[in-house]
């Protein structure tokens, strides 16, 4: 079973700038570019929670918040406060934040992967990977701490989703803003996903929201009763949506719309991808030992061990195992083998692990006899 938390800041570049300015506290900000009464160019990257009550939100021109400040003012409500952005500085309390929440994680649950357990995707948003911790429980527990650090040490809140996958976790973050907290278990997808407007899939632009508008689609249920085939042939030609976005291949994207409006994503948090992960476990005995049978059943403990932290990673795979020996010397040696196709069951890891073992035992790695102090079992190529 996977674990996924989404973090993200809420109104992160306005609530650093109310924070660090006490005279702001209470007003409405935008972050963004300079408005020039009414004659500037540029666009709104962050607006806080009483400037959005006027109905302005981030990417929209400046002029237009300008002129939305401008009528609220007219109406005898404060007018909005206008702050170019000190990106140097938000990169700070960026930082600042992400090594809070990384300090917490290694606590909580030390990561199973190389990669580690914490995924930045920009200033004020990552993923978490809470897979190890085994229960929703426990880890609601720690994302309501990593909140309520960040709010004690740094005086800003954010947002929090949970779910059995990125996607899920992302939509939940945004689900309750400002400073939310919204679990979304598997079984519970379904529910959570189908009354949603489209348009709270992440990826699904302005313009596929109007395309599919028009055909009536309005909600994630309604886009759950599209063929794939029907989407393919209404998402068309290869284009562009939004800013910056790559072009994407019209059949890559009407399937994984597809999947998206089931809930389905099974992408790692960058860092795990296959190879650059491994699961371990080593002992190291209490006296070295040739002994045969003792070492044969300590690793079959190992591998037991290894077996249950694989269950508990989300992974569904494997397809190499290796086994490490140190010598009393310590001299230390690793054979590890590939299998033909992914495998996940604990017989097959067993097996595998007690053949590459028993060469030690013999001439074949250990011609002189030399006793053991250390084994471990590894299994690596994890999906
Ligand atoms: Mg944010």
């Known amino acids: 079973m996977r674990i996924i938390a989404h973090l993200d800041m809420d109104a992160f570049f306005a609530a650093v700038e109310e924070r660090d300015r006490p005279r702001l506290k209470g007003r409405p900000i935008v972050v963004g570019a300079n408005p020039e009464d009414g004659k500037g160019r540029g666009v709104v990257s962050t607006a806080n929670y009483k400037a959005r009550a006027y109905g302005i939100h981030s990417a929209m021109p400046v002029t237009r918040a300008w002129e939305l400040s401008e009528k609220a003012k007219k109406e005898g409500r404060p007018e909005v406060v206008f702050i170019t952005p000190s990106g140097h500085r938000y990169g700070e309390v960026s930082d600042n934040i992400f090594t809070l929440v990384g300090k917490i994680l290694e606590q909580a649950c030390p990561p199973k992967f190389e990669g580690g357990n914490l995924e930045r995707v920009s200033v004020d948003e990552a993923f978490l990977d809470l897979s190890s911790l085994g229960s929703f429980e426990k880890a609601e527990s720690v994302v309501s701490k990593i909140k309520m650090e960040i709010l004690s040490k740094e005086k800003l809140t954010c947002s929090i989703g949970l779910g059995p996958n990125k996607l899920i976790a992302k939509i939940a973050s945004d689900f309750k803003k400002p400073n939310g907290l919204t679990v979304v278990r598997e079984d519970e997808i379904e529910a959570f996903l189908e009354p949603m407007p489209i348009r709270k899939i992440p990826g699904l632009g302005p313009k596929t ?12 249920k ?22 910056g976005s790559r072009p994407r291949k019209a059949s890559g994207w009407g399937i994984a719309l597809y999947k998206k409006a089931q809930g389905l994503d099974d992408s790692p948090i960058s860092g795990q991808e296959e ?28 591998t037991a061990s ?8 989300g992974f569904e795979s494997f397809r190499a195992v290796v086994v490490t020996v140190r010598f009393s010397g310590f001299e230390t040696k690793n054979r590890s083998y590939t299998l033909k196709e992914p495998v996940s069951e604990l017989k097959t890891l067993e097996f595998e692990a007690l053949k590459l073992l028993y060469p030690f035992f013999d001439k074949r790695e250990n011609p002189t006899k030399k006793k053991i102090r250390l084994i471990g079992v590894r299994i690596e190529k994890i999906k």
């Open 222 to 243: 309604d886009l759950k009763e599209v063929s794939l085939e029907e989407l393919n042939k209404i998402l068309g030609k290869p284009r562009r949506e939004g800013s």
């Open 275 to 302: 190879g650059a992960k491994s699961i371990g476990e080593q002992e190291t005995f209490a006296k070295d030992t040739l002994d045969p049978n003792f070492i044969t059943d300590r690793l079959k403990l190992l």
């Open 306 to 313: 290894v077996m249950r932290s694989f269950q508990k990673s």
């Open 209 to 220: 929201e109007i395309i599919l508008n028009q055909i009536g689609v309005k909600t994630v």
